[in-house]
């Protein structure tokens, strides 16, 4: 067995797995340095982070709109512009986006008629100081991050209990395809282990108790390491496994991050990170 392994007679393809398909409810909410928060003081930081990121959206702009709870309040806030007069084209991220964007009047498009975006605008899981990312509590982390790779600019918007001083609290998603998945789960240990992470991989269920099933038909296990010190070591070692198509890591992708929080709304952007370094 590979160093670090995990076994698959250990490991059946239902064991150590999460249900709901959301990590976001069921993961505790807290704020750096304030202890648990009130999930409706999360709700106004999240409006907050929204309104804050409207401004910097313009007129005739091709928009990427993420998938999540705090994207959700950026689409209805974007509806609310288009109902007064806006003129935006958007690619959704997920299917519950594109729904919501649709009863709100927004125009769609794909990235097939329209292959390079101005902005996408998303949540995040956890986010860093350096603005690296997890995404894909909610599922739809292949295509935010195929979205994000289209758009001149990616605009994280965020409640202060995401910003993190390291990555890995929250539990990491990789999305792989179905076929061979208690090999794929033994793989991901190993080169976890030789990346310096460690803990269980769990295959997340849905509400039913069957495996959630991503818009792109695949299927999410959730890395719950603790803490990741070397993204960019495990995000290249993760993508060395056959089977995985995509993990939650988004690195060198955004360019800014709105976080609001008990002291206010601050911004985090790329060239000031790239200056500190």
């Known amino acids: ?40 003081q999360v709700d106004r930081w999240k409006l907050q982070a929204a309104e804050r990121a409207l401004a910097a959206v313009e007129d005739g702009m091709l928009l990427g709109l993420g998938s999540g709870t705090t994207a959700a309040r950026f689409v209805d806030l974007l509806g609310e512009r288009v109902r007064q007069g806006l003129n935006v084209t958007c690619v959704p991220t997920s299917e519950s986006t594109r729904a919501q964007a649709e009863r709100l009047g927004v125009a769609l498009t794909t990235l097939e008629d329209v292959p390079f975006l101005d902005l996408t605008v998303d949540g995040a899981d956890e986010l860093d100081s350096h603005l690296r990312l997890i995404k894909g509590g909610g599922g739809a982390l292949l295509r935010e991050k195929i979205v994000a790779v289209a758009s001149e600019r990616m605009l994280v918007i965020a409640d202060a209990s ?59 296990f959730d890395c719950v390491f603790g803490r990741i010190d070397n993204p960019e070591v495990l995000d290249l070692a993760l993508k060395s496994v056959p089977g995985v198509v995509e993990n939650g890591l988004f690195l060198g992708i955004a360019d800014a991050a709105i976080i609001a929080g008990a002291d206010g709304v601050s911004v985090i952007e790329r060239d000031a990170v790239a200056g500190a370094l």
């Not at 160093?3 to 249900?19: E, F, H, I, K, T």
């Open 162 to 220: 995401k910003h993190v001083g390291t990555l890995g609290n929250f539990p990491l998603p990789v999305e792989v395809v179905r076929f061979g998945l208690a090999a794929t789960r033994n793989l991901l240990g190993a080169v976890a282990a030789d990346a310096g992470c460690s803990g269980e991989i769990r295959l997340r269920l849905g509400r039913d108790g069957e495996p959630f099933v991503t818009d792109s038909g695949n299927v999410l």
């Open 1 to 40: 067995m590979p160093r670090g392994a995990l076994s698959a007679d250990a490991l059946p393809l239902n064991a150590l797995s999460v249900a709901g398909g959301v990590w976001g409810e069921v993961w505790p909410v807290v704020a750096p340095g304030i202890g648990m928060t009130s999930p409706a």
